[in-house]
């Protein structure tokens, strides 16, 4: 038979670390439990704590209301606790990676995430919304995001349609001679 932990409380960055890695083995071990089983309980209860500690510890600022964006948010971090860009470096990888992502000409990847959550301790469901303002200069990273924030496809004739680029026939092309 298997034991239900017991519910923990959640009182500083510690404990937090703590409770989110157990948290995160136990529905590892137990993904498929029923709903209303005892496991199911202490999933949820366990889930609301570490998210009270969480929305207490990393409030996101009331005058953003919803409409707040991660890289907004990185800023203001990063200017609450005086970092330079150059000392934020460390969790973009590299210097050149910041600063695009900063500037919005990159997208965050996991690993940007995953190293802001916990380095910075930013909420990972800040980190993981699109931005507001579109990404420029970068197509592939354009499309980590939802349509109505990548840039509009290029239209190949007046018709308001896209179309696929003509594909070339292998049965075109030339072959040099070599009859002379």
Known sequence: MN???????VTNDDDHRRVAD?????????HACA?????????HAQALILSDYEKQRWPIPKEWGNDWDPVDYIKE??????????????????QPNCSAVLNRRRGLTLPMIRKLHAKLGIPADILIRAPKAPLHGN?????????????APVLRDGTGTPRPPAKASRNHVKKPSTNQ
């Open 3 to 9: 034991r239900i932990p017991l519910v923990k409380p």
């Open 22 to 30: 157990a948290l995160s083995a136990f529905v590892r071990r137990h």
């Open 35 to 43: 709903k209303g089983s005892p496991e199911a309980a202490y999933l």
């Open 77 to 94: 971090v990063a200017a609450e606790r005086c970092l330079p860009q150059r000392e934020l470096a460390f969790c973009f990888g590299s």
């Open 139 to 151: 197509r592939r990273a354009a499309a980590f995001y939802p349509e109505e924030l990548s840039p």
